[in-house]
């Protein structure tokens, strides 16, 4: 059964690095793991994308091991504004497995104080 | 990144009544989806708009309930047909250019259903 799991929350302070993982065991091995972040009465906003190994770009790093069964989003820094709830995007199926289903993850509150 | 523009942006509508949600992007994209977010719960993909033809639903979703027209690469429209108050959700339209993991949202539709 596919599943995706995430922390529910995390507390954190400006200048520290925060780390949050999401679990996915069995996900499609020709897909992308996808990071978004989101704000109140807002849309989610894509933050970073990535295959296998580490990614990292202006906003975030991602970093995720051989076996693709996690993924880990890591925010270097966080300030105030990064207070949001964070989703990870994976796809289960596809090829002889099934219909291919993309799924988000649960989503993590992150709570940064100053 | 494609800019998306999603209306109504809010709505309480009554019981039985149907409401019809626009999405417009402001330049053509190839994949377009509809997904509904339930207060404080994650996303969940509705279908798939296809131009020119039938939506691709997912599993719980159907076409009488959730009518969706794509008449051409950069509009779509969902409607949400006979509701009742486990529809108040919202709902939120994204396209995806460059693989169907890197997606853009609109801001979304929050619909009250008395």
């Known amino acids: 059964l596919a599943k995706t799991t995430q922390p529910i929350s995390m507390d954190s302070y400006e200048g520290q690095e925060v780390n949050i993982t999401c679990s996915h065991n069995?996900?499609?091995?020709?897909?992308?793991i996808t990071w978004y972040q989101q704000f109140p009465s807002q849309g989610p906003r894509f933050i970073i994308q990535?295959?296998?190994t580490k990614v990292t770009n202006e906003v975030a790093s991602l970093f995720i091991p051989a076996d693709r069964k996690s993924s880990t989003l890591s925010l270097p820094r966080v300030s105030l504004s990064d207070t949001a709830v964070y989703y990870c995007l994976v796809a289960y199926g596809g090829g002889d497995t099934g219909r291919r289903a993309l799924t988000f993850g649960s989503g993590t509150r992150l709570q940064v104080q100053p | 990144s494609a800019v998306i523009s999603q209306k109504p942006s809010r709505d309480i509508c009554q019981r039985g009544t149907s409401l019809t949600i626009q999405c417009q992007v402001d330049?053509?994209?190839?994949?377009m989806f509809w997904y509904r977010q339930q207060p404080g719960q994650s996303l969940t993909l509705i279908a798939t708009?296809?131009?020119?033809?039938?939506?691709?639903?997912e599993s719980g979703f159907v076409i009488d309930k959730f009518p969706i027209s794509r008449p051409n690469l950069t509009f779509s429209t969902l409607t949400v047909s006979n509701m009742s108050p486990e529809d108040s959700s919202i709902y939120l339209c994204?396209?995806?250019?460059?693989?169907?993991?890197?997606?853009?949202f609109g801001s979304g539709t929050q619909l009250s259903v008395l």
């Open positions: 330049s053509q994209v190839t994949m």
């Open positions: 708009a296809n131009q020119g033809s039938e939506a691709t639903y």
């Open positions: 994204s396209v995806g250019q460059s693989n169907e993991e890197k997606l853009f």
């Open positions: 990535g295959y296998k």
């Open positions: 069995n996900i499609a091995t020709n897909d992308y």
